[in-house]
Each structure stands twice: as C-alpha cells, then as structure tokens.
C-alpha cells in the first residue's frame, strides 16, 4: 500500500454507518445515472449505487482525448469486479473555445459538457436523478466543476453522508473495490498549464509519456508539460528511485522521442495542485 493512501486509524463503526445512510438515501431514488471516471470516489459511489439500485443504476464514463486510455482499463477493471452496469458515452468539450482556452475554470467547462451530456442521456432513458462523486474533503479545494454541478442539480451522495476521502478508501477496501488504493487522478488537460491551450495533440503526447514512466515502474506521478520542457513529478516514497543516473538516463529516452527538447524532475516531487500555484486559495488539481 502506498504512504500516500490515508486509511489507517478510520474509525470502522462510524464509517459503516455513514455508508448506512448513503445505501439508505440512494435506495429512496427512483433512478440513478452515476458519473464514473474509474477513480476510487466516483467507483465507490458506483458500487453503492448498484447496491442500493440494481438494474435502476446505470455508471457512465465519458470518453475524449482528456481520458486516457489506461483510466479507461482501470474504469472496466472496476466494472468487471463490481458487475456494474455500465456504459461509455462521448463528450465534446474540445468543441469549446473557453474549455481550450484552459483558463482556471477550464474544469467547470468540461462538467458543464458532461453534466449537459448526462441530462440528455437521462431523459433519453428515463434517470430520475445524476450524480457524482464529490466527497466530504472535496470543497476545500479549488474544484470549478461544482458549479457545475450545482447548476444541473447533480446530487452528491458521498457528501451528504459526511464522508471523506480516507473513509471512502477505507469502505472501498471493505466492499473489495480494486480502487481503494488507486493513486489520485486526473483528467489529461490537468498538466497543461493554466493560459496553455489544450489540444488533443498535446494531450496524446502527455499519455504517452506517462504510459513510459508507468512501464518504468512508477505509479503515483504526473507528466506536467510546458511545452518543449517536460516536467516530472514522483511521489516522495518512489523519489529515491527517480533520482538515480540509471533512471535519469530512462526518463530522457522514454521523453525526448516524443518531442520535448528538456527533460526535468521536480525535486519537490508529485504533489496535488502544483500547476494552481498563483491562484490564491486554489489548491489541487
């Protein structure tokens, strides 16, 4: 398990009965499409959702070349082992100038798409309700898609029952869900800094640079690209490792080839939020 995962010390009873309320509030809908990214919150949700629902909840996973292939693995991996009912569905947030622009609410654009995409696909279906995995920790940071999210009334079940982040990896782990332990994540437009356009060629270039350093070995990281220069975050427990000349030398073969004409690593290593800093009170992304 890595360091970075925070369940130890949760307090069992009082985490089983928030997840008590969530099956019990989930259980009064009628019907639920659940916005399903494949990473542990909207997974958890997911999973209460079909064990509240059954056949009356359906996950969705919205695909565009922000979503990259290996999430799209890890989204089916949680499929499969759940039994989910579950499909994918096209969103078209490269069609908007404001999303492309990558301004700070870049985020709220692409929910603002996906939340729009989800409303027809409800209607179409007969859903009574959206919702998404926003948790108890999540409003603290600085998150554009809530607005969102709030303007096409999207419910937020984790957050209503009071649970956070570390609660929701510790149930995750209870109901056996592959995500309990999955590393943060992150749509692909979230490496390209703030004012950088971002375009599906950019972000192709960032996938296959972070599938390089995840066959390296690495698994929680983030390729940040400034355009000729990429910039490479580890964890601080896999840092060791990173900064050796055998890995250095990795690190430049996997990213050169790609186009970038400088290869660094951040010495602060991967932190949430490094790319908001300037923003004021913004914090992870």
């Known amino acids: 398990m890595s360091e970075a995962i925070p369940i130890a010390g949760i307090p069992e009873r009082e985490a089983l009965a928030k997840q008590d309320c969530l099956l019990g509030d989930l259980a009064r809908l009628d019907s639920l499409l659940v916005a399903f990214s494949g990473g542990a919150d909207s997974a958890y949700l997911a999973w209460a959702a079909h064990a509240a629902l059954g056949s009356r909840a359906l996950a969705v996973t919205a695909v565009s070349a922000s979503f990259s292939a290996y999430d799209s693995e890890q989204a089916l991996r949680v499929v ?13 947030e490269f069609e908007n100038p404001l999303y492309v622009a990558n301004r700070p609410d870049r985020c709220y654009h692409c ?5 729009t995409r989800m409303e027809s696909l409800a209607h179409d279906r007969g859903f009574a309700a959206l919702a998404y995995g926003l948790n108890a920790d999540d409003p603290r940071d600085f998150r554009p898609g809530q607005r969102a999210a709030a303007e096409h ?22 109901a056996s869900l592959p995500t309990w332990d999955r590393p943060a994540s992150a749509c692909l437009s979230s490496r390209v800094p703030y004012g950088t356009p971002v375009t599906p060629e950019t972000l ?17 990281f983030r390729l940040r690209d400034d355009g000729r220069l990429a910039r490479i975050e580890i964890a601080p427990e896999e840092m060791d490792r990173a900064l050796t000349r055998e890995t250095a030398h990795a690190f430049v073969e996997a990213l050169k080839p790609l186009g970038y004409d400088y ?7 991967y932190r949430q ?13």
């Open 273 to 285: 939020g490094s790319l908001n800093v300037g923003l004021g009170g913004a914090r992870r992304k």
């Open 111 to 115: 929910k603002d798409e996906l939340f």
């Open 204 to 220: 192709t270039r960032i996938e296959r640079g972070e599938a390089a350093l995840r066959a390296l070995g690495f698994r929680q």
């Open 263 to 269: 290869v660094t690593l951040d010495l602060e290593g």
């Open 153 to 174: 009334r999207v419910l937020t079940p984790l957050l209503d029952a009071g649970l956070g982040k570390a609660e929701v990896r510790f149930l995750s782990r209870h």
């Open 80 to 92: 499969r082992s759940a039994g989910l009912r579950h499909e994918f569905f096209q969103t078209r």
